[in-house]
């Protein structure tokens, strides 16, 4: 034994990714908060379907890209892996779809994860889109909002 917890949840192995409405809610409102730039952060999914929205501000506040504030992204992952959760890392889009960047796939450096984009496109009908991107390759996740 490593004593590190084995996560109760591996996103990247879902066939779907299913959001409890008040973490779709929380997506979007992270989102339009900061409008114009990028907002990111991770989720947490728990065996019981929970899931847990930690934001995590954008060091470069850019409306083309993301760089995760270090200290707040080293808080999160540890609450994911302390919390044997399931990891979705995501960000948002505020004037293009919802669909991994070149950078997004070159950045993409947790096989077990699922990769969320939230769009503002258009701003009366966000929509969040999930991805599995491994060794350059994207394959979609839908997601399903619950509740």
Same mark, same amino acid.
């Given at each position: 034994?490593?004593? *590190?917890?084995?996560?109760?949840? /591996?996103?990247?192995?879902?066939?779907?990714?299913?959001?409890?409405?008040?973490?779709?809610?929380? &997506?979007?409102?992270?989102?339009?908060?900061?409008?114009? #730039?990028?907002?990111?952060? &991770?989720?947490? &999914?728990? !065996?019981? $379907?929970?899931?847990? =929205?930690?934001? @995590?501000?954008?060091?470069?506040?850019?409306?083309?890209?993301?760089?995760?504030?270090?200290?707040?992204? &080293?808080?999160?992952?540890?609450? /994911?892996?302390?919390? $044997?959760?399931?990891? @979705?890392?995501?960000?948002?889009?505020?004037?293009?779809?919802?669909?991994?960047?070149?950078?997004? =796939?070159?950045?993409? !450096? #947790?096989?077990?994860?699922? #990769?969320?984009? @939230?769009?503002?496109? *258009?701003? *009366?009908?966000? *929509?969040?889109?999930?991805?599995?991107?491994?060794? $350059? =390759?994207?394959?979609? @996740?839908?997601?399903?909002?619950?509740?």
């Amino acid at each position: 034994m490593t004593g *590190d917890p084995a996560p109760a949840v /591996v996103a990247a192995d879902l066939d779907e990714l299913v959001l409890p409405r008040g973490a779709f809610d929380a &997506l979007v409102a992270h989102a339009r908060s900061d409008f114009p #730039y990028e907002v990111c952060g &991770l989720v947490g &999914l728990g !065996a019981d $379907g929970a899931a847990e =929205v930690m934001p @995590v501000a954008n060091a470069d506040r850019s409306m083309r890209y993301y760089v995760m504030e270090p200290r707040e992204l &080293l808080r999160a992952m540890r609450r /994911v892996e302390d919390g $044997g959760l399931g990891l @979705v890392i995501y960000h948002s889009h505020t004037h293009t779809r919802a669909y991994p960047s070149e950078t997004d =796939v070159r950045l993409a !450096a #947790y096989p077990e994860a699922l #990769y969320a984009i @939230v769009t503002l496109q *258009d701003r *009366d009908a966000p *929509d969040v889109r999930a991805f599995r991107i491994h060794d $350059g =390759v994207i394959t979609e @996740v839908p997601v399903r909002i619950a509740g």
